[in-house]
């Protein structure tokens, strides 16, 4: 059971817009930033959002990041099919010490 | 550009211990901490612990206290990961990944498939 709290599943057709919610808590996201990460197939995860709503040079703007109260949210506009991949938040825990990491949003392009 | 080179795929047995390493290069060493991330086939990502390579501190999750041991080598810019006791359950892929203090996650390595098998 993870600390954060994503749907399982995702979808939406090429062009659409699509929202990943996570949900977490005041020992988390009530003091820390909120990351992104998209994992396609068989690779490793790579940075897509960083500090709530920052993007590192390369990612498009079609993916956007905020965070209010104790929830993160990721955004995709513009839907392609190449958007298809797992889709993880992630966040320092003070409590735990450590990251946590949300259990994973699987977005299928229709 | 900031690259983390792991080792290949290890095969071990329960009981044994294993120990993946991860060469950085493209960036300055000292700057930045080691995080190691674990995931099962079909599984989410999971944190193990971070470490800061040119101090040595360490912070590991709670499950894998007194299992796992980070370390570096900072004229090599590697750091390792070991991790002993392996159960069948510790069949995952591991990954390393860079940490700005302060901040996040940003660059992962590829991956070391670590399967435990009898």
């Known amino acids: 059971q993870s600390v954060l709290t994503q749907p399982p599943s995702a979808s939406g057709t090429p062009g659409q817009r699509v929202t990943i919610s996570c949900s977490g808590s005041s020992s988390n996201f009530g003091s820390n930033h909120a990351h992104w990460y998209q994992q396609l197939t068989e690779t490793a995860p790579k940075l897509l959002i960083y500090r709530d709503n920052q993007r590192p040079s390369g990612v498009p703007d079609r993916f956007s990041g905020s965070k209010s109260g104790t929830s993160a949210s990721l955004a995709i506009t513009g839907l392609r099919s190449e958007d298809e991949a797992d889709y993880y938040c992630?966040?320092?825990?003070?409590?735990?010490?450590?990251?946590?990491f949300g259990g994973g949003t699987k977005l299928t392009v229709l | 550009q900031v690259q983390l080179v792991q080792s290949g795929a290890e095969v071990k047995k329960p009981g044994a211990s294993v120990k993946v390493s991860c060469k950085a290069s493209g960036y300055t060493f000292s700057i930045y901490d080691f995080n190691w991330v674990r995931q099962a086939t079909g599984q989410g990502l999971e944190w193990m612990g971070w470490m800061n390579p040119i101090s040595g501190d360490t912070g590991y999750a709670q499950k894998f206290q007194g299992r796992v041991t980070m370390t570096s080598n900072t004229p090599l810019t590697t750091a390792y990961m070991e991790l002993s006791s392996l159960r069948s359950d510790d069949t995952a892929v591991y990954f390393c990944?860079?940490?700005?203090?302060?901040?996040?996650?940003?660059?992962w390595g590829p991956g070391s498939l670590v399967t435990v098998s009898s």
């Open positions: 990944t860079r940490a700005e203090r302060g901040g996040g996650i940003d660059y």
């Open positions: 992630a966040v320092w825990d003070d409590s735990l010490s450590g990251w946590v």
